[in-house]
């Protein structure tokens, strides 16, 4: 993949800051929790998959950054550093499902000294990134299948390799058809009001040499008038037991258009974003953001001084107005729930 997001070097992790993107390419080294914390809350680094990977890895630094000798205040630094990742982002699940699996890892070698869980946890941060590669590759491709040999799809926000450890979630399966030789275009909405569909989307596909055109929001209903959409893709970051997906605010309403209009709305997720704990999707915690994102967009004021604004990051979509949710263990439709009880790992 042309695009390196998150990566693991010299015991520091290395981000690829997306705020600055697309006029700017510029890496973060990062050896601090705290300033892990400020990326994952400013969107430096971003999507659910890339932020559990994310925070796995900050659990491995806050690891490798004790000095200290008993392991008693071993497990207490990097405990802290969980609660501090913890209270980042609340929406997407793979941040706390990363985190739980990393602290499960720390209980579980209790006994071993300071330098070997140092470096276990590190491994497992590395599975959790390698694993993820991996899935990315298997949601490409059980959702590629899904696809006609000419197909155009409308994508909201960025689900690709900005998203995640590999080639995305969503844009995973427009990557792998494009790989089997579909002829994939691809219609972007900029996405309101950080534009990840404008600024990230659309800069990584014109990477990897595939058709894109950037509309903004607002226009979707017409395009798929106009008869130019053949199906909606997007990710997730919150999947409830019953098939409910929390995904970027805006999603919501292009799965009613995408009803409206007849045309077959999926999501791509791994399995880590699916929360059985969570029955229905209200139950979903919905991430609220500061209102200068809108008030003050990319540095220009466009809302008089003093209006109320309301931004929330993410809405739910309710089962029935998805097609089918792609995931690593195949291409699951309804009745999500049951199928769900079937392809859980359990725990
Ligand atoms: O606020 P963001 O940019 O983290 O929101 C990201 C999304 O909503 C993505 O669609 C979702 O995390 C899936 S990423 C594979």
Redesign the pocket.
Known sequence: MAVRTIEWIDNKIVLLDQTLLPTEEKYLIIDSIDVLAEAIKS?RV??????GVAAAMGVALAGKLFHGQSREAFNEDVLKAIDLLQKT?PT?VNLFWALDRMQNILKAHSSNSIADIQKILIDEAMKIFEEDRQICRLMGKNGADLLDHSVTILT?????AL??ADY???LAVVYAAHEQGKKVKVFSDETRP?L?GARLTAWELQKSNIDVTVICDNMAASVMKSGLIDCVI????RIAANGDVA??IGTYGLAILAQAHKIPFYVA?PLSTIDMSISHGDQIPIEMRASQEITHGFGKQTVPDGVTVYNP??DVTPNTLITAIVTEAGVVRTPFQKVFQEIMPSS
């Open positions: 969107l971003r999507g659910a998959p890339a932020i982002r997407a909201h926000c960025n689900a690709g998203a995640t995305g979630t969503a950080l990840q997007v990710g997730a970051d995904n970027k997720a990051a993410f």
